[in-house]
């Protein structure tokens, strides 16, 4: 582990391609060990063709190697297919108190493009993996509950995508203009979550993204 931080911390600094001075009390400070580590995960990343490197005084000249770039370009590749897996991990917080009225609201709509009553309210839950609802989202295909006027009031676009909660059938909700940060994914469904799922705020629970 301390090798990959090392070489994503040589690539950062402008060491691929290219030779980039640096001490090893710098890099003993950036994987927070001592020298002699430092020294050692050079040597061995040197023999497995991640790096190149040159010694002058006190400075230390080191190349990321094509091989190492090519490394961390599939290690990166590997990492966004790990956080695009349809799975959210977060934990239950208490909303604005304003579910209820929205999905009243857009009740009728749910019913006719998700295929359920929804519970009038609305679960709430600070997303912990992957960094945003938008990560665990990216390949899945929403459904789009249309906007609509009433009592001279707009009401805009919803962006719907079918989840699962221990068996339990719902939608991540994302309204066109949202006031939630992307930290916070707003679940609807046709129960009372909390109560059917003896939910309260602090509890983690894991959501799957359905196609």
Do not use: W
Request: charged fraction near 30%; proline fraction near 6%.
């Amino acid at each position: 582990m301390k090798n990959i931080k090392l070489l994503v911390f040589l690539a950062r600094r402008g060491a691929v391609g290219k030779m980039t001075r640096v001490t090893v009390r710098e890099l003993a400070d950036e994987l927070g060990v001592s020298p002699q580590t430092v020294l050692r995960l050079l040597r061995e990343m040197e023999e497995d063709g991640l790096i190149e490197r040159k010694v002058e005084g006190k400075k230390t000249l080191i190349e990321v190697t094509p091989e190492g770039a090519s490394f961390l370009q599939k290690l990166c590749d590997e990492i966004s297919k790990a956080l695009s897996t349809g799975v959210i991990v977060g934990e239950v917080v208490s909303g604005l108190g304003e579910g209820a009225y929205y999905v009243r609201q857009y009740a009728p709509l749910i019913r006719e493009y998700l295929g359920f009553e929804p519970y009038p309210g609305t679960l709430n839950v600070r997303v912990l993996f992957p960094k945003t609802v938008f990560d665990a989202l990216c390949n899945a295909r929403p459904v789009v509950i249309p906007g609509f006027t009433r009592e001279g009031r707009t009401f805009g676009d919803v962006k719907a995508y079918r989840v699962r909660i221990d068996g339990v059938e719902g939608a991540i909700v994302i309204p066109s203009r949202t006031v939630h940060p992307p930290k916070i994914a707003e679940i609807v469904a046709p129960v009372n979550l909390r109560e059917k799922l003896g939910l309260n705020d602090g509890d983690r629970i894991r959501i799957e993204v359905v196609e």
